[in-house]
């Protein structure tokens, strides 16, 4: 679109906790627009996530929105194209971009997990962020030190 932005779009809460986020994660988690089945993944892994952290005195959703503010990235590596060369120019990301990425990154290594059904993936690849370790916390440390290691040239930013 040459003109006019985009309209974001209105997306509804969630019917048990009332809340955007969950709807936004779900939608992530769906596959061929089976919502449904998407739901009853992601609350059987808030139900898991709860049995594995019997002493914690914050709910599952809690526990849940803290393990994706720990692997959300601050900054992120973009090619840049300089007179014949490419420099990895590290940018801030927008707010919603950052909530889609970490979203994104936990749903992509609960799926490379180990395990029985998706929700107990799920569930532990939540619990590994809460902890921060796993695989979504290393990749946003990784990414972190290569936006360091390239902080140099910052400068082409665009």
């Known amino acids: 679109m040459r003109k006019a932005k985009p309209k974001k779009r209105v997306i509804l809460p969630d019917p048990v906790f009332n809340d955007v986020r969950v709807s936004k994660f779900v939608n992530h988690l769906m596959y061929d627009g ?10 059987s892994a808030l139900e898991t996530v709860k049995s594995k952290m019997p002493n914690e ?6 526990i849940w929105k803290k393990a994706l503010e720990n692997i959300t990235h ?19 990301i927008r707010p919603d971009r950052k909530e889609s990425i970490s979203m994104k990154n936990l749903i992509l ?13 799920l569930a532990a690849e939540i619990v590994d962020a809460y902890n921060e370790q796993g695989g979504a916390y290393k990749r946003k440390e ?8 390239n902080r140099a040239f910052a400068h082409f930013r665009f």
């Open 74 to 92: 601050q900054v992120e590596l973009k090619s840049r194209r300089v007179g014949g060369a490419k420099f990895q120019v590290p940018t801030e």
């Open 34 to 43: 089976k919502k449904n089945t998407s739901y009853t993944i992601f609350y």
């Open 109 to 121: 290594y609960a799926r490379k997990r180990g395990g029985k059904t998706m929700a107990d993936k």
């Open 57 to 62: 005195e914050k709910t599952a959703l809690e």
């Open 142 to 149: 990784d990414m972190h030190k290569m936006a360091e290691a």
